[in-house]
């Protein structure tokens, strides 16, 4: 994975790409939101990672997307930037040859479960169905598995992040900066949220 500089993800249009960032998800009702009990030792549970240099991951959720996702790879591949994508298991089904881009471009695929339900309100079994099947209809369609788990809307307990990594080995990404993307501000105030919050 490419990770960018500050200042390098402004100059190659990171405004441009939070153009396709809007989720498909929003609503009145979906808060997003990091949990309340992360433990900074845990190992299940990862918002941010350090490094010796300024820079960001770059994050995509609830993909992929019939229009938006094709045209956020342009914009990634005119720049040579590499990013993580958190698939929804039954839009992989739905659009395989997207999902098959993904990956063959070089970018990271990440399990972002197969409805995009809250699963903090699901039983254990209902949730490692949503894993499970969406793993299996993400190795189906690239040939190879996610290595990481984001949960819809943050809403996953810390129960069931340290069940996840002990179970699956899927640790749980969270994040260090939401652009609120979702509620589309406008890609300027995108672009300097996530720039003004990374450290």
């Known amino acids: 994975m490419v990770l960018l500089s500050r200042r390098h993800a402004l100059a190659a249009g990171l405004g441009a790409c939070a153009a396709t960032m809007s989720g498909t998800q929003a609503s ?3 808060l997003i939101a990091l949990p309340d009990d992360i433990i900074n030792t845990d190992a299940a549970t990862i918002t941010a990672v350090s490094t010796p240099s300024p820079v960001v991951a770059m994050t995509f ?4 997307h019939p229009t938006n996702t094709p045209r956020l790879l342009d914009m990634l ?8 994508f958190y698939l ?5 089904v739905q659009y395989p040859e997207i999902a098959r881009r993904i990956a063959e471009e070089g970018h990271e695929i990440g399990n972002h479960s197969y409805t995009h339900p809250f699963l903090d309100r699901l039983s254990a079994s209902t949730v490692a169905s949503e894993i499970d099947r969406t793993t299996d209809a993400i190795f189906q369609v690239t040939g190879r ?5 984001r949960p819809p809307y943050g809403a996953f307990t810390r129960s069931q992040r340290t069940g996840l990594h002990a179970t699956r080995a899927l640790p749980t990404i969270l994040w260090s900066v939401d652009p609120q993307d979702w509620r589309r501000p406008g890609t300027s105030v995108v672009a300097n949220r996530i720039l003004q919050h990374t450290h």
Do not use: K, L, S, Y
């Open 28 to 30: 009145a009702r979906a």
């Open 61 to 64: 959720d609830d993909r992929p």
């Open 77 to 84: 591949r005119e720049r040579d930037i590499r990013a993580t």
């Open 88 to 92: 929804i298991g039954n839009r992989v």
């Open 145 to 149: 598995p996610p290595v990481t788990f």
